[in-house]
């Protein structure tokens, strides 16, 4: 089993629109709703991909059951401790102006240290039964800045590899704890660690942890054991919306450890499942029969430091 932690899931709703005006009512032509949080997405690319996978988050009223019944449709399970406040919702927007692909994301409900600690209850829990550990996306208010350290920390001791997706101070504070895999986007990479190129970006997280990977959109993904740097690549049509391709190639990074791959595999895995996301209207979501069309058209490059 591979724990995936979300902690605070969302509603992703896609909203389509013919335009957008400004300070006027705007009717939507289509909307449809998806599961999501980082972590969600990730659970459900490696149930795609044939792992066994349990979400670990914060659920609120109707919207948080309504996540955790589509889990279940899907063979995944859920738990953690259940809040007052609705889960929230987060929206996506469609249509042929300016706002196309536009994310509107909800703040979710505010937990206590009382929840926080029922939370780190269960994941002890959980923790011994898991193959290994994804944590992804942000935290709840209330929650304290070192909530990923507090969990890796916990990992590390259990000897389970965490495969972690957050910024800011939780991301800062969990470098204390030396996670196994981190992803980031450029941006992300740049303002934690300013470089001239993203190879250098790249190799500079690497002492943090023992895998970095930053994914630049249509440049790839650029990934790292400190030794060398793979560059994987993919040239894409028809592109849907990118929404959830870096929680989908996380999922293939986790994977490739479970099935012992190597560097240039793990790579081309990753970057594949990151890609496919891009092909189907469902929000970040791929399918295993486009992962596999995709691994033979990613493009390959090694990069000594």
Not at 11 to 34: G, H, I, M
Not at 51 to 77: D, N, Y
Not at 241 to 265: I, R
Request: aromatic share 8%.
């Amino acid at each position: 089993m591979i724990l995936c932690i979300c902690p605070n899931p969302s509603v992703d709703k896609y909203v389509w629109l013919k335009t957008f005006v400004e300070r006027e009512p705007n009717r939507a032509t289509k909307e449809k709703n998806f599961p999501g949080g980082k972590g969600i997405h990730v659970a459900f690319g490696l149930k795609e991909l044939g792992h066994e996978v349990k979400i670990l988050g914060f659920w609120g009223g109707p919207t948080g059951a309504w996540i955790q019944e589509q889990c279940r449709k899907s063979g995944i399970t859920c738990a953690g401790p259940e809040t007052e406040l609705w889960t929230r919702t987060c929206i996506t927007f469609k249509s042929d102006g300016q706002v196309n692909d536009t994310e509107l994301l909800g703040t979710g409900p505010e937990i206590d240290l009382k929840l926080f600690s029922s939370f780190v209850k269960t994941y002890k829990e959980l923790i011994s039964d898991a193959e290994c550990v994804t944590m992804s996306g942000s935290w709840p208010k209330g929650a304290p800045d070192n909530g990923y350290a507090q969990l890796i920390e916990i990992a590390n001791q259990h000897r389970k590899k965490v495969f972690l997706d957050c910024a800011g101070h939780q991301l800062i504070n969990a470098f204390s704890q030396k996670p196994f895999t981190i992803h980031l986007n450029e941006k992300e990479a740049k303002e934690l660690k300013p470089a001239a190129t993203m190879e250098e970006s790249v190799l500079t997280l690497t002492n943090d942890c023992q895998f970095a990977a930053v994914t630049a959109g249509a440049r790839g993904l650029f990934y790292s054991d400190g030794k060398q740097i793979i560059h994987a690549k993919i040239e894409l049509k028809n592109i849907h919306s990118t929404v959830g391709s870096g929680d989908s190639l996380l999922a293939g990074l986790t994977s490739a450890y479970c099935k012992n791959l190597n560097l240039e595999e793990t790579s081309r895995l990753g970057a594949a499942c990151g890609a496919a996301n891009c092909l189907r209207e469902d929000l970040g979501v791929f399918y295993k029969t486009d992962v596999d069309k995709l691994l033979g058209k990613v493009d390959l490059r090694k990069i000594n430091p």
